[in-house]
């Protein structure tokens, strides 16, 4: 295990992007003044966002569209008249400032520091994105930040782990770790480009994906341990 570049995936991994968009739904809702019931109005935009993702990650969405398409049907039987824009942009400000992380993930990014190039690799929205790790406690402790939004490639395409390599100068796959909470993308995403893989399951899931993670953890902090 002589790793040189761990690859972290962000939301769900070191960031609590359930926390970021609870956060920045309702206070979206509080704006325009709408009524909000967490146990309505949050559930039903999770069940959205879910899908909205995975026709991303299908490439059956685009970003410009993805912003606004949650929320059209998000609000379709809504009687008031909304800008989905002007929404989307609110809600996407509050997002932005929505900074919570993952127990132990400061901890282990100040270890992994002192041995490791630490780079960020999401599909999250570059500015969102952006400005959350660079306000975050974690921001001294990553040496880049690599959305694909600015790639034009998405997690698990083997395109946005060419561009990451690139930028970074790291040519050696096999001394490459990425650490992520999504099978789909990231686990995916690293076997395809033979890399090794770390899959961060806190909510023990079951894996019927048919793909074998190198490892898997439950807590941030076996991280310390197995690096």
């Known amino acids: 295990m002589n790793y040189e570049v761990i690859l972290f995936d962000a939301d ?6 359930d926390k970021a968009e609870a956060h920045a ?32 990650e299908n490439g ?6 993805l912003r606004i398409e949650r929320f059209k049907r998000l609000f379709k039987n809504y009687e008031k008249k909304i800008d989905f824009n002007e929404f989307s942009n ?12 993952i ?12 041995k490791y190039k630490i780079v960020i690799l999401t599909n999250g929205i570059k500015d969102v994105q952006l400005s959350r790790i660079n306000n975050s406690p974690l921001s001294k402790y990553i040496h880049d930040i690599i959305t694909s939004e600015e790639t034009g490639y998405k997690k698990p395409d083997v395109g946005i782990f060419d561009y990451t390599f690139n930028r970074i100068g790291h040519l050696d796959k096999g001394t490459t770790l990425i650490i992520g909470d ?3 993308s990231d686990i995916r995403g690293g076997i395809n480009y033979k890399i090794d893989t770390c899959w961060y399951n806190s909510i023990h899931e079951e894996n019927n994906s048919g793909l074998k993670p190198n490892y898997e953890i439950k807590d941030l902090r076996q991280l310390i341990k197995l690096l």
């Open 90 to 101: 609110i809600y996407l400000s509050q997002l932005a400032d929505g900074i919570f992380l």
């Open 60 to 65: 059956e969405i685009d970003f410009k569209n």
């Open 12 to 17: 769900g991994t070191l960031f609590d992007y």
């Open 103 to 114: 127990d132990g993930a400061e901890e282990v990014c100040r270890y992994l520091f002192e």
């Open 182 to 184: 999504s099978l789909s």
């Open 25 to 56: 739904l309702e206070k979206a809702f509080k704006y325009f003044n709408f009524k909000y019931k967490e146990e309505n109005e949050l559930k039903n935009y999770r069940l959205i966002n879910k899908q909205i993702w995975i026709d991303y």
